[in-house]
């Protein structure tokens, strides 16, 4: 069993349209989609924006459908000028950027109850979607990702981040859903497709190119699927 969560609609509706045998169950607010996909046994959610849901998501799929593994597919800003809108990042860990305990005598970033900063993924994973990344033949960056509830739109966010936590890309939900999958020991990815640079363009960015790089997003997991 593979789960499958994705943030917004346009993250998820193509991979839904792709099961057959459908059905579909709604607990907390949030649809899960199950059936198969070329012969894979699937479920997948839109979790909604932000930190909370997507670790409602993550937590309510594990309880219920118990998967394997989680894939969460997305799209996410760039934090290194190397990298282009449409490239793929593939995490090899995951951080929350806005988690803050330092007052407290802890390091930035450190997460409570984990004593860990960085959340990394399994490395099987990581080699897989590179695999497919190659096959697919669209430029793809290892590394870390860093989460947090804010749409980071300027030069000095981006440097706070990178400076700070070494990421090479941010968003708003993986960091929550690693945190469970570990918590849970369920194996785990996090990928996205860039949609902008998380720079004083990112808004602008975001709504011209957010779907295509969706779906880029959804194509490779689609590959990874295909097995």
């Known amino acids: 069993m593979i789960g499958i969560i994705g943030a917004l609609s346009i993250e998820t509706d193509e991979l839904i ?11 907390s607010g949030m649809d899960f989609v199950h059936g198969f996909i070329y012969d894979q046994e699937v479920v997948i959610a839109r979790c909604g924006i932000g930190k909370v849901f997507a670790g409602i ?6 309880l219920r ?4 593994i989680i894939i969460n597919t997305g799209i996410a800003g760039g934090l290194d000028s190397n990298m282009d809108i449409y490239d793929f990042v593939i995490a090899d860990s995951l951080v929350q950027h806005d988690m803050d305990t330092t007052g407290i005598g802890d390091p930035l970033g450190m997460i409570s109850g984990l004593g860990i900063i ?3 993924c399994s490395k099987f994973l990581v080699e897989e979607f590179s695999k497919c990344a190659e096959s697919l033949g669209i430029p793809y960056h290892i590394g870390k990702i860093a989460s947090g509830d804010q749409f980071v739109s300027s030069k000095e966010k981006i440097e706070y981040i990178v400076n700070n936590f070494g990421a090479v890309a941010c968003e708003m939900e ?9 918590a849970n020991s369920v194996d785990f990815i996090v990928i996205r497709c860039l949609s902008d640079k998380a720079d004083e363009g990112s808004s ?5 190119f957010s779907k295509k790089a969706a ?9 990874y699927l295909k097995g």
């Open 215 to 223: 779906d880029r997003s959804s194509k490779l997991v689609l590959e």
């Open 204 to 208: 602008e960015d975001y709504f011209t």
């Open 118 to 120: 960085d959340i990394p």
């Open 65 to 68: 459908y118990k998967p394997d």
């Open 174 to 182: 993986g960091a929550a859903i690693a945190q469970v999958c570990y």
């Open 57 to 62: 998501c993550a937590q309510t799929m594990i």
């Open 17 to 27: 349209s792709k099961l057959t045998m459908k059905e579909t169950e709604t607990i």
